[in-house]
Every structure is written in structure tokens, then in C-alpha cells.
């Protein structure tokens, strides 16, 4: 991040402050505010933090005009086509794409961590049968912090290494634990002669009573759903990991809080969303009714999976998720799927829409990856947790940048008070 020597001028009133400029290696130049309210007495106000750069970070970077998400570097269609998830991860985690040994290397620490403790079997027995999968998560990864205690020193880095290997291999882990426990079924352990996402489908779908063969198709596809969701520069879910973890909060406390973040609909929780609309319209015949509601600004619906802070062009994820979508339903002999139907010609719709051009709305993400997780054999409750195994591998990168950060200070922001000024206390029977 480099000092451009360029200066931005600020006046009010009959003062005129000069802020240094900071030039990105991508995307837009940053105006250095850190000093504007000693040397202007003034705060900038940005909710939702639209044009505002919370951190610097070498991790992933979005171009939202031109539909591009780099991870290191890489675009994330060539990632998706050559890559594989694990190593995706490592190139997260470390920088750059592995040897073959460092990978073989890596692929075995994360397939000897993905048992969790025998006695954290017994917190999911605590929760309701009905309990949403993401609520159940929430509650065991922030248990972590219980049982993990020779990772939790956050300015250990062998510690730090240790608990993000460790977020990462459990994590289908405790995703599936919590789907098999909301369907009456036993626990299914990890095997060590599968990969991570044959493993995690494994322990989804197998059952004691019979063998189960993993459909080589499906974990192809579930390992380059778990690569397109993996990392996202600083969306909702990772800027609250950040958050917490400026407090030198341990990680499996500030992941269960990027958990917990990931699964409001705006966010995580808009690939539930986004199958359940799908299946609530129905019929390609029903889709003008749904458009008509999207735009009318008094009806609090929105198309779920359409629209994106950063992207104002399409989402380079959802194009892949689409092939994807293509290929699965195809590959697994599903013909005529209605809901992908309705999806399609929603997409052809709407892109054709002055209201959805005119916000430069596109699918994102969430939109067909609902699709493909049906078609696989998930319930809709599952399609959040899963996207909170991927991005744990983003949480933990972007965690670990940032304790090693020397400009890491504990996040706290200030306001603009709208409420009374100085006022007495009245006695009640004053009132
Ligand atoms: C993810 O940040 C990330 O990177 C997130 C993510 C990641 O990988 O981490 O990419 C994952 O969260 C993807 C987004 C999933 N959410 C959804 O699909 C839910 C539906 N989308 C919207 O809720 C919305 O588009 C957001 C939340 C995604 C973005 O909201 P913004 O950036 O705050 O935009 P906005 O709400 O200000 O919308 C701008 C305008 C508004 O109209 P006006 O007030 O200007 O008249 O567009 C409209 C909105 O009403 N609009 C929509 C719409 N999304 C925005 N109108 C209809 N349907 C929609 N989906």
C-alpha cells in the first residue's frame, strides 16, 4: 500500500485539513482518514460502510464493474476449472498455489484434524431435533474455545496455525453432525482415505446400515461450490470476524460470530432464500407477479440471490454455479427441473428489465447454488452451513492477516448521536 505523495484537500468552515492518499496495488485509490478528527475535529459518516476501506488486505480482491474476484491473483473461474478446493485454501491461507509436496503436506494436517473431541458430541444432544443446522454451529465452533485451549493464544503464531487448521478440517465435521442429529440420524466420523468434500458428503448422506459409495460427480461438484464460496474480501461476515477478533477474542469465538453474521438472508442465508422463492413462484407463469413485487417499493420483498454491494455486473461465481447447475442435473439424469426452469427464465427476465438494469442488479452466488445442493440431496436449512464450511478458510485467512497486521488496533467506531442532549433526571412523580 503505498503513499502516492498525493494529498486530499478537506475544508470546512475556515479550516482546510490535507490527508494523505494511499494507492492500492488494484482498484481505487484511499484516502487516509485516520487523523481527520484530531486535525479537523470532524467524523466521516458511511453506514454500511459503502465507500469505506476498513483494513488493508493482499487476499482477495473484486472488480464489481468488471465481474472479476481475484484470490492472490487468480481468477476464481481458473481456480474452479484447474484448482480444487484444499488448495485453494492453501493459496488463501499462505499466498501462493502449493508444490505438490507442500499441498500433500497441507491435504494430510487437515484430514488428521477432522475428528472433533469425543464429549462435544454431547452439545448437539442439547439442542432441539428441529433446531436450524446454522443455530446448532453457532453454538459448537464458539464450544471450541472450550476444548481447544492449546490454540487459543492468539500471539502464538504455532497457536494460530494450529486453530486454523483446526476451523477448517471440523467444520464439515460439525456441519454434517448437526444435519445427521436434525434428521434422528447417527453421527457418521470422518474418514482419512477421502477427500475433504467426498469426506463431508460421506458424513451427510451415509448411514451405519449400508455402504456408501460417494457419486464422484457430486463431490466434484460440492468441492467447486465450497472453492466459489471460500473468500470475499470484507462482506458482512468476515468484517465481523475482524471485528470480534480486534479484541483479541479467540477464534473459534470470532468464527462462531462470522457464523452467526452469515446467516441473515441478506447474506449467507439468501441461498435458502433465494430455493424457497424459487419454489414459491412455481411456475415460469408466476415470475412477472415476482418481478412486479420486486420493484414496488412498499412490498418488502426482494428477488433473493439478485444484487450485490460490490458487483454491479454479473457475479463471476454465479456464471460457474450456473455451468455447474448445467452440468449436475444433466450428470445426475435430472430432466426438466422446474425450480432451474423458473431460475433461468427469472435471469433472462430480469436482466432484461429497466429496474434491474437501471441498479445494476445480476445474480449473485446464492442464486443457483440452491439448485445444485437440491439436486444433491440437502434440505434448504443445509445450504447456509455449508456455505459456513467454505468461508471458514476466508474467516481464518483474513483473521490470521490481520493479528499479524502491526497496524491492528481494536475496531471501534464512532456515530452520529441523533438523541437528547444534557437533560436532569425527573422524578416520577414529576412526569
Ligand atoms: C452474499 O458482501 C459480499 O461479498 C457477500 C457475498 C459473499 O460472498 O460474502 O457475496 C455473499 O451475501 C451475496 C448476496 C446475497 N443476498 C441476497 O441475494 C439477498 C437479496 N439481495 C439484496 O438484499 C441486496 O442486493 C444486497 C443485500 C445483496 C446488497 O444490498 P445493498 O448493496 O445494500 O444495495 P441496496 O439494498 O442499497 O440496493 C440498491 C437498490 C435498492 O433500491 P433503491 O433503494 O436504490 O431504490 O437496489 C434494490 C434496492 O431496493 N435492490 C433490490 C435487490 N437488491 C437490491 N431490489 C430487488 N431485489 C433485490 N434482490
Same mark, same amino acid.
Given at each position: 500500500?503505498? $503513499?502516492?505523495?498525493?494529498?486530499?484537500?478537506?475544508?470546512?468552515?475556515?479550516?482546510?485539513?490535507?490527508?494523505?492518499?494511499?494507492?492500492?496495488?488494484?482498484?481505487?485509490?484511499?484516502?487516509?482518514?485516520?487523523?481527520?478528527?484530531?486535525?479537523?475535529?470532524?467524523?466521516?459518516?458511511?453506514?454500511?460502510?459503502?465507500?469505506?476501506?476498513?483494513?488493508?488486505?493482499?487476499?482477495?480482491?473484486?472488480?464489481?464493474?468488471?465481474?472479476?474476484?481475484?484470490?492472490?491473483?487468480?481468477?476464481?473461474?481458473?481456480?474452479?476449472?484447474?484448482?480444487?478446493?484444499?488448495?485453494?485454501?492453501?493459496?488463501?491461507?499462505?499466498?501462493?498455489?502449493?508444490?505438490?509436496?507442500?499441498?500433500?503436506?497441507?491435504?494430510?494436517?487437515?484430514?488428521?484434524?477432522?475428528?472433533?473431541?469425543?464429549?462435544?458430541?454431547?452439545?448437539?444432544?442439547?439442542?432441539?431435533?428441529?433446531?436450524?443446522?446454522?443455530?446448532?454451529?453457532?453454538?459448537?465452533?464458539?464450544?471450541?474455545?472450550?476444548?481447544?485451549?492449546?490454540?487459543?493464544?492468539?500471539?502464538?503464531?504455532?497457536?494460530?496455525?494450529?486453530?486454523?487448521?483446526?476451523?477448517?478440517?471440523?467444520?464439515?465435521?460439525?456441519?454434517?453432525?448437526?444435519?445427521?442429529?436434525?434428521?434422528?440420524?447417527?453421527?457418521?466420523?470422518?474418514?482419512?482415505?477421502?477427500?475433504?468434500?467426498?469426506?463431508?458428503?460421506?458424513?451427510?448422506?451415509?448411514?451405519?446400515?449400508?455402504?456408501?459409495?460417494?457419486?464422484?460427480?457430486?463431490?466434484?461438484?460440492? $468441492?467447486?461450490?465450497?472453492?466459489?464460496?471460500?473468500?470475499?474480501?470484507?462482506?458482512?461476515?468476515?468484517?465481523?470476524?475482524?471485528?470480534?477478533?480486534?479484541?483479541?477474542?479467540?477464534?473459534?469465538?470470532?468464527?462462531?460470530?462470522?457464523?452467526?453474521?452469515?446467516?441473515?438472508?441478506?447474506?449467507?442465508?439468501?441461498?435458502?432464500?433465494?430455493?424457497?422463492?424459487?419454489?414459491?413462484?412455481?411456475?415460469? $407463469?408466476?415470475?412477472?407477479?415476482?418481478?412486479?413485487?420486486?420493484?414496488?417499493?412498499?412490498?418488502?420483498?426482494?428477488?433473493?440471490?439478485?444484487?450485490?454491494?460490490?458487483?454491479?455486473?454479473?457475479?463471476?461465481?454465479?456464471?460457474?454455479?450456473?455451468?455447474?447447475?448445467?452440468?449436475?442435473?444433466?450428470?445426475?439424469?435430472?430432466?426438466?427441473?422446474?425450480?432451474?426452469?423458473?431460475?433461468?427464465?427469472?435471469?433472462?427476465?430480469?436482466?432484461? $428489465?429497466?429496474?434491474?438494469?437501471?441498479?445494476?442488479?445480476?445474480?449473485?452466488?446464492?442464486?443457483?447454488?440452491?439448485?445444485?445442493?437440491?439436486?444433491?440431496?440437502?434440505?434448504?436449512?443445509?445450504?447456509?452451513?455449508?456455505?459456513?464450511?467454505?468461508?471458514?478458510?476466508?474467516?481464518?485467512?483474513?483473521?490470521?492477516?490481520?493479528?499479524?497486521?502491526?497496524?491492528?488496533?481494536?475496531?471501534?467506531?464512532?456515530?452520529?448521536?441523533?438523541?437528547?442532549?444534557?437533560?436532569?433526571?425527573?422524578?416520577?412523580?414529576?412526569?
Amino acid at each position: 500500500m503505498a $503513499d502516492t505523495g498525493k494529498t486530499a484537500k478537506l475544508t470546512l468552515d475556515d479550516k482546510t485539513v490535507e490527508l494523505p492518499v494511499l494507492s492500492p496495488t488494484a482498484g481505487p485509490d484511499v484516502i487516509d482518514i485516520r487523523k481527520l478528527y484530531a486535525q479537523a475535529g470532524v467524523f466521516t459518516y458511511d453506514p454500511g460502510y459503502t465507500s469505506t476501506a476498513s483494513c488493508a488486505s493482499s487476499i482477495t480482491y473484486i472488480d464489481g464493474d468488471k465481474g472479476e474476484l481475484l484470490h492472490r491473483g487468480y481468477p476464481i473461474d481458473q481456480l474452479a476449472e484447474k484448482s480444487h478446493f484444499l488448495e485453494v485454501c492453501y493459496l488463501l491461507l499462505y499466498g501462493e498455489l502449493p508444490t505438490a509436496e507442500e499441498l500433500e503436506d497441507f491435504e494430510s494436517r487437515v484430514t488428521h484434524h477432522t475428528m472433533i473431541h469425543e464429549q462435544m458430541h454431547n452439545f448437539f444432544r442439547g439442542f432441539r431435533r428441529d433446531a436450524h443446522p446454522m443455530a446448532t454451529m453457532v453454538g459448537v465452533v464458539g464450544a471450541m474455545s472450550a476444548f481447544y485451549h492449546d490454540s487459543t493464544d492468539i500471539n502464538d503464531p504455532w497457536q494460530r496455525e494450529v486453530a486454523s487448521i483446526r476451523l477448517i478440517a471440523k467444520m464439515p465435521t460439525i456441519a454434517a453432525m448437526a444435519y445427521k442429529y436434525s434428521i434422528g440420524q447417527p453421527d457418521i466420523y470422518p474418514r482419512n482415505d477421502l477427500d475433504y468434500s467426498s469426506n463431508f458428503l460421506r458424513m451427510c448422506f451415509a448411514v451405519p446400515a449400508e455402504e456408501y459409495e460417494v457419486n464422484p460427480i457430486l463431490s466434484r461438484a460440492m $468441492d467447486r461450490i465450497l472453492m466459489l464460496h471460500a473468500d470475499h474480501e470484507q462482506n458482512a461476515s468476515t468484517s465481523t470476524v475482524r471485528l470480534a477478533s480486534s479484541s483479541g477474542a479467540n477464534p473459534f469465538a470470532c468464527i462462531a460470530a462470522g457464523i452467526a453474521c452469515l446467516w441473515g438472508p441478506a447474506h449467507g442465508g439468501a441461498n435458502q432464500a433465494c430455493l424457497e422463492m424459487l419454489r414459491e413462484i412455481g411456475t415460469v $407463469d408466476r415470475i412477472p407477479e415476482y418481478i412486479k413485487r420486486a420493484k414496488d417499493k412498499s412490498d418488502p420483498f426482494r428477488l433473493m440471490g439478485f444484487g450485490h454491494r460490490v458487483y454491479k455486473n454479473f457475479d463471476p461465481r454465479a456464471k460457474v454455479m450456473k455451468q455447474s447447475a448445467d452440468e449436475v442435473l444433466e450428470l445426475l439424469g435430472i430432466e426438466n427441473n422446474e425450480t432451474l426452469k423458473v431460475a433461468k427464465e427469472l435471469e433472462r427476465i430480469a436482466l432484461e $428489465d429497466e429496474y434491474f438494469i437501471e441498479k445494476k442488479l445480476y445474480p449473485n452466488v446464492d442464486f443457483y447454488s440452491g439448485i445444485i445442493l437440491d439436486a444433491m440431496g440437502f434440505p434448504t436449512s443445509m445450504f447456509t452451513p455449508i456455505f459456513a464450511v467454505a468461508r471458514t478458510v476466508g474467516w481464518v485467512s483474513q483473521w490470521k492477516e490481520m493479528i499479524a497486521d502491526p497496524e491492528m488496533k481494536i475496531g471501534r467506531p464512532r456515530q452520529l448521536y441523533t438523541g437528547y442532549t444534557r437533560r436532569d433526571y425527573v422524578d416520577v412523580e414529576n412526569r
